[in-house]
């Protein structure tokens, strides 16, 4: 019988490590493997659980409002969740990316009884996206001599479509009951030096023109009226 290669080695380790099964320490592939290579067996599902709950834990960290309204125990769905969706990278909105489309799945594609929760979602994984945004110095002048020759949107800026009003359940830890439902645009930006998030309601044509605005535009392509926006820190200049 051929000795396996290093990179065959490797590989099944790699899988047994990302899938919930390799909990057991007597689950087939796992015993096979220790048959082979001789590893601490028990010691390969410790490490699996330890990977999987640190997963785990950086989707409460970045979800954590959407499971807390899911109105369905969270643990129970982990393992399906984790069999289903090996991880693509370490960082935190991955992972909750990932689980977001789990749910949307599982919930065949919108929940029957708390339908806000995708929109609360998406709100939590703009969150997360914008905080990974490098922070650039915004230009805030007001006055036509040191106005600022371009404009974009800031890049720590998270603009969301919704089908319900969330902000109650953002505010509030102990807000109970269904959102109302209407059709609105958040914009979320992260102030500078600021502890928390700001989120702001905005009109659809202002949507759309941040939206529009990811790449530096002459100020006098945009029909004025950005002195408000750098106030509010939603445009940078330059």
Known sequence: MSTPSLHSIQQRLITLLTTPDAFDPDYPALV???????PDVARI??????????????????LAKTIAHMGEP?????????????PHSASRYDNARQFFDFLVHH???RPKTRPYLLDLARYELAVAEARTQPWVKIAAQSTE??????????PSVSLIRCKYDIRPLLESDDAAGIPEKRNLFLAIVFPRGGPKE?????????ADFLAGL???RPVSATNGGVDQLFEL???EGR
């Open 45 to 62: 599902s410790l490490y699996a659980r330890l990977i999987h709950s640190k997963r785990i834990g950086k989707i409460e960290a970045v």
């Open 233 to 235: 820190e939603l445009v």
């Open 214 to 216: 990811t790449d530096w």
């Open 145 to 154: 001599t040191d106005r600022p020759a371009q404009v974009r949107r800031s």
């Open 32 to 38: 096979a493997l220790g048959n082979e290579i001789g």
């Open 107 to 109: 919930w065949g594609g």
């Open 198 to 206: 700001r989120v702001f309601e905005i009109g659809a044509d202002l």
């Open 74 to 86: 969270f643990h129970p769905l982990t393992r399906p969740f984790l069999a289903a969706y090996p």
